[in-house]
């Protein structure tokens, strides 16, 4: 059975994604293309062999599955379209530019539940959960031979931001992806988080480049996390957990050692997706499968990503008010559903 | 369009095989297996939601394309089979247990070639030449940025040499995925090859472990092979280029880093499937979106198949003769279609 | 010429300094060993071929030079003791146990200083500033190719903490090391420290470990500093600058790679003196070479020591204030000399 | 007590063990510097507080021990010369061009012990047996951890090949280091050898370069050394040894990773000075150590300069002969003191 999933932005997430459904997904393919500019969604489609349109409603209506990668600020509109057809959709990080939002869209999909039954229809694109590396690292640290976790550092560095770029917009577009997987690794919410920095980076106009967010979960861990987005010298992420009895961290995958001109040297990335191919190929597969079986995505949910918006709307709260630590709302307090605050 | 494939033999690879098929490859199923073992192919039929039976013609007929897995002597036949059925094949190396009847199936693929036109059917499972470790250092040695290679050093070490392992077989079985790998990383083909050894591991029951090949170019590289069939510490294989002004090695490509009892370690696999797992799917879906495009396969061919023997048998005859450099014979001279000893 | 240099203290750093002293320094000798305890005092000056006596004023008397390395509560009243008589000392940090005391000493040598003119007497044990791996990262950083500095990541790792150590002592006794070399490395003071812990480590008796250190310079450089005393996988130092268009930082020493058992792995040490043995050799030979040339000695001094202690200070009223940034007083205001509060 | 020692060569070995014996080593001075070139011996001196001479007669009158670092040509004249004097000697390696001469030196030095009595007066500076790296390995390997070797893989790669340099002295010169190191490690001698090689570079004018040495030791262990003495990008030496269940490798020294310009790198060294330093330092205190204390010196002895020429000679041999093996004669056959051929 071939599943017909439309993605929906045709830019550099949307391209990828439509591009790992037509080369490397077993059971589905990409069948429409939607996005606001015709060219681009047209030339994408030509590539994937779908076909096109601009307008997601009928891509919605069309399709057995929906791959949101269109701009943030059309995440929650296009997911509570889908939730309304009852189309499973696999939405990239993150769920809405605001945490308000973000609860609306899980609040809608509680409803959906409680009248239908079943389990919740979207799913979340923090990609990193499949990440083989991450994975074994969590394997291990879960494994016991080290003690539990009493402390997490992690980097997360990219060659340039984007344009638009600011200090919040670091936390909310590229540290969200740790304030996902630390409470994913160390199995406990992240209840504080603080924010401080040093001077910025005369390369980072209009933003404070470096920054450094403290976070702390509920069973006391400490996460120390550098996030600097106009690094220049590569991509480059890191993971370390610091356990009672050993230590384990996220190792560089160059494939090839180079040795030329007095130095030994291997290579970085220049962006995100030659590190996390696998990562995203492994993500759309195991979406595929489930949906092909009837089973729960394994994939991250819109509480997961309700609390991720959370964490970071502690982290922005610290970086506004002198980055002394703030504890991290519920953000299921007074929701219809009442759902405990525990990690997926 | 999904293709129907077959897969003969359900040990260790055509389970691999198999199992890519189901879970990893777009555009093709694994629809049949075939065993002598009834039981065997009914529990991998099961496992990949296949039909079985113990029948490899009845599989044959039944499918798009075959994919043999089955004992290195049974190889012969089954490709012969499958040229006469007209089906597609992938053949896991060995193409046959001697280089007489490698060339043999070699002159039966030509000869319908010459019959009906078109390129071969049978395309081999040399699975190195689609790791991206080797790709990548491969591209990296004819970007020309180090000039020439001179020197090649290669090491294959496995834990534990099969039942009935022989020196012969270290050389057959193991190393002839080295024996493919220098000539096409270097574009040049093997003329000559040599043989030497140290005193032999006492874990090595009744074959001669570890061994050195020698193996020259016809461009004037050198390439020296270590093999170890009995290495007991884990499976590694390393490659490394060594050029007119840079050298490039394969890196070892552990994913994570323990820090425990005073000591900094990294994992090593116990056999080949997790180092080579890229480049198994690789491989299949390459194949599978040639036939579905109907292109010409960029697998390896059996004219590389019998040079790889080819290249073997001069290296037994030097273990058999004193260790001197013995001339790799051109296994196409007289052939019908007197093909160059050109490398693909 | 051959220096007689008297070591006051014949336990682990007493010991470790005879021994350089007698096997690997040019131009001097251990002379004479002083320990409270006799027989400790006899056994290593029978080692280094000296003479011993548990009177430090003899020593003092006898000795061209003097080494302190007994207990941390001896080193003011040792040191002043070694200005009174006008010989040279090299003091193991800290100066003294309490910022107060520190203070105290480095006014005595200003004062002395006054008087008699010249440089000061009294260098300190900071062996860091020696290690070569330190050295070449400040003179790459300074190099000025990666740009200005803006974060350091520091991680200070022991095996298990001695007995009566304290969440203080892991400041004063062990981050110590780390509030020297920061600002050695970056050129520039510390005027802000913070302190945050995760749970403790269940090994860790009666203290708070690991503990986090945040520590700003004048330039605006935040430092990241884990400190973990009871890390118990083995002895690791790490440090790594991030400048604003690269990173450097310290490898791992380790001098050979062993395969064995599934993996590759390095040792590492189980204290500090493997690690830092050439630090050591280098700092005396240092010291000891410019005694016999008269000249200054560019090992740190008491304003050094006192710098460090301030920020010691700062460290521990962040950790007993709930954590906040709290600004490092400058300890030399108000002191005779009237010195600028800048690093040597 | 403070040596005087004699450095006889001020090119670059003769500069380097003056200033080491000035500013590192414990227990002696350059008392004295001779060249032929008077500028050079007298500029050397200065830089070592030393006398100066063109005349080595008078150096060796003058000296307690003599240093030997003069043209490979002058080393059996000047070894004689201090064996007639009964002046300790440390001579750099080779003892001499040819294996007669150094066969002459050897049976003079035994005729001296046989007068006289004592150990002989002679050491080689084959420094590499004091690099701890090495020294770490060969007790890793004799630990017995992981069971008896049975093959070594050696790399030793220059940048660029001094004046005059021929495919001979590839191997007198050059991979001398390893034919002494080889059976140093394994503590067998080498038996048989064998020489191999790929196209030349183009860079390397007159010579064959790279080269392949194969050696087999009487434990019937073989070793395969690449040397490549124009290899331009950085001094590298590598050697692991294959036991029976386990690896042990010399791993990469650099005290520093750089992350720039999208690459991770370590520097390699322009030549063996730096990668070598703390071997040079060790091997002349060792031999200082011994001559204060009366003691057998443990630096190799004319026995082990004489094997080291012997295998050279097979090896040229083999390379002058079509690559075969060649037996390695023993050198010490007929010899007066017919010493059995083991190393020390």
Same mark, same amino acid.
């Given at each position: ?20 459904? %037509? ?5 589905? +393919? ?15 489609? +030509? ?10 409603? +009928?891509?919605? !209506? ?16 296009? $997911? ?11 939405? =990239? ?7 308000? !939002?973000?609860?609306? $869209?899980?609040?809608? =999909?509680? !409803? ?9 229809? $979207? ?22 031979? %080290? ?29 969200? %992806? ?9 199995? &406990?919410?992240?209840? =504080? ?6 001077? &910025? ?38 993971? +370390? /957990? ?40 492994? =993500? ?26 959370? #964490?970071?709307?502690? #982290? ?9 630590? /703030? ?18």
């Amino acid at each position: 059975m071939t599943l017909r999933i439309g993605v929906i932005g045709a830019g550099i997430m949307g391209s990828d994604h439509a591009t790992i459904l %037509h080369r490397w997904i077993s059971g589905a +393919e990409a069948s429409m293309i939607v996005d606001i500019d015709a060219d681009r969604a047209r030339q994408l489609s +030509e590539r994937v062999a779908a076909s096109w349109s601009t307008d997601a409603a +009928e891509l919605i !209506e069309d399709s057995d599955a929906v791959i949101i990668a269109s701009h943030d600020s059309t995440h929650p509109e296009l $997911v509570l379209a889908c939730l309304a057809a009852g189309k499973p959709v696999m939405c =990239e990080k993150p769920l809405a530019p605001t945490l308000a !939002e973000a609860i609306e $869209v899980y609040q809608a =999909e509680q !409803e959906l539940i409680a009248q239908r039954g079943g389990p919740g229809l $979207v799913s979340m694109g923090f990609m990193r959960r499949f990440d083989p590396a991450y994975v074994e690292m969590k394997n291990a640290l879960h494994s016991g031979s %080290h003690g539990p976790a009493l402390l997490l550092h992690c980097v997360s560095r990219t060659v340039t931001s984007g344009p638009g770029s600011t200090s919040r917009s670091s936390v909310t577009n590229s540290a969200i %992806h740790e304030l996902d997987i630390v409470p994913w690794l160390l199995d &406990s919410p992240v209840v =504080e988080a603080a924010w401080q920095a040093p001077r &910025s980076s005369s390369l980072a106009e209009g933003l404070q480049d470096p920054q450094i967010i403290l976070l702390r979960t509920a069973d006391g861990v400490l996460a120390a996390i550098e996030t600097f987005i106009n690094a220049r010298y590569g991509y480059d992420i890191r993971c +370390e /957990v610091v356990a009672e009895t050993g230590v384990i961290a996220l190792r560089d995958s160059a494939a090839i050692t180079t040795f030329s001109g007095k130095s030994t040297s291997t290579s970085l990335a220049a962006d995100w997706r030659p590190r996390f191919a696998d990562a995203y190929r492994l =993500e759309l597969q195991t979406w595929v499968d489930a949906l092909n079986n009837g089973l729960v995505s394994s994939l991250p949910s819109t509480a997961d990503a309700v609390r991720a918006n959370a #964490v970071a709307d502690a #982290v922005i709260t610290s970086m506004e008010s002198g980055g002394s630590f /703030v504890t991290v709302p519920n953000p299921f307090v007074g929701s219809k559903v009442g759902e405990v605050n525990g990690t997926s």
